[in-house]
Structure formats: C-alpha cells, structure tokens
C-alpha cells in the first residue's frame, strides 16, 4: 500500500517535486517575477573610514625646536606617575655642628644652653616652650632643637600616663618604672649629643616637631 504524502513533502527523490511545488506557488497566474534592483547600494554621507586613512589627522600639534619635535606622544596605555608628597626635611645646619657661645636673640642666653635645655628632664618642656616663644625664626637651629624637645617631652608624657593606667589595671607598676628610667636616661644622652655637636634627629617627632615650630609663632620681632 502506498504511503500517503503531504503537498509540502519536498523529497528531492520524489518526481513529483516539480509539480507539486508548481501547484503550490503558482505557475503563470498572473504574478510578477522577481526582478533584479540595478544599481548597487549606494553609500550616504562621507566616507567613515575616512578619519582611520591617517593616524595622525587629529594629533595636537607639536612644536619644533632645531627641526626636532619637543618630544613623542603620550600614550594614553601608560598611567601617569605622581611624585609622593614632600616630607619636612629640617635646615642641614640645625641638626648637626657643636653649639657655640654667642647669644640668642630673644633669651639672650648662649646657643649652647639654648640648645640643650629643652632636652632636661623635667624642666625642659617649660624651656621648650619659652624659647618657641621668644626665639625668632632666624634662629633655626635652637628652634629645631626646642620643637623637637617639645615633641618629645610630650610623647613621654603620653606614653608614661598609658603605663600608669596599666599598672592601675595590673596592680603593677613595673613597666612603669622602665619606662621612666629609660626616658630619663633617653633625654640625658639627648643632651650630651647637642653638646658635642652630633646630628640628633628622632624620626618618628619629625612631624609633630615640625608643626610646633610653625604654629608657635615667636613673640619676639626678628
């Protein structure tokens, strides 16, 4: 028995593709026949590749100097570098050279007392704090020395008062003890190296030792 098909069973082995696919389209029936559109497209507008024919159509203009350009492009595949912000550097000559005995305007003390004064335990930050308040700022190395003091005078203070609240907590006052010995001995050695001219300069005060130096504005005119 024959297999019935359908009219849209398009198996090129069947004979009666051809007609099939006629009765199913049409033939002649009075439809137009597909035409072929003359001319091709058409392009509008400049061209757009026009700007690509040459890299350098819309490159800023450089300057020549001795028929040398001032240099090459920068490429915007490279992340532009910053320099890292400046850090307080103190006046090469107030940390270093043996203090002498002339007088410094303001206390009309000797730079040599001026210098190593503020560095006295105990009574050093009341002499730190008199000579940024005295000591016009033409006289940079006894300021250096009396903002540096300051700063570190304060610090003990600070760190000293932690030890205390700690020995309150451990009913120890051990490391307490330590501590002020070795600040004690910390400050005499300050002393001695002003003295004797040595560079002395304590990093972690830099900062805060700068900021007295500007902040306490002499009293006296320079």
Avoid: C
């Avoid at 392009?43 to 450089?62: F, K, L």
């Avoid at 007088?103 to 940024?132: D, H, R």
Wanted: no cysteine; net charge neutral.
């Amino acid at each position: 028995m024959e297999q019935k098909k359908s009219k849209y069973d398009t198996n090129p082995l069947d004979p009666e593709v051809a007609r099939k696919t006629e009765e199913v389209w049409g033939e002649g029936d009075g439809r137009a026949d597909t035409q072929q559109v003359k001319g091709g497209t058409s392009q509008i507008g400049p061209n757009p590749e026009s700007p690509r024919s040459n890299v350098y159509s819309e490159a800023p203009t450089r300057h020549l100097e001795n028929g040398r350009a001032d240099g090459p492009y920068p490429s915007v595949f490279i992340p532009p570098t910053y320099a890292p912000p400046a850090v307080y550097q103190p006046p090469p000559n107030a940390q270093s050279g043996r203090p002498t005995s002339r007088t410094v305007a303001g206390i009309g003390f000797p730079e040599k007392w001026a210098m190593i004064l503020p560095y006295a335990p105990y009574l050093g930050i009341v002499a730190s704090i008199l000579e940024l308040l005295l000591v016009p700022r033409k006289e940079t190395r006894v300021r250096f020395h009396a903002s540096q003091a300051l700063a570190l005078h304060l610090a003990i203070l600070i760190i000293g008062r932690l030890f205390w609240i700690i020995g309150l907590l451990t009913d120890s006052s051990l490391g307490g003890g330590i501590f002020r010995a070795a600040s004690f001995i910390f400050l005499i050695i300050s002393m001695i190296r002003v003295w004797q001219g040595e560079a002395h300069r304590i990093a972690p005060l830099t900062e805060p030792a700068h900021w007295f130096n500007e902040h306490i504005e002499s009293r006296t005119k320079s």
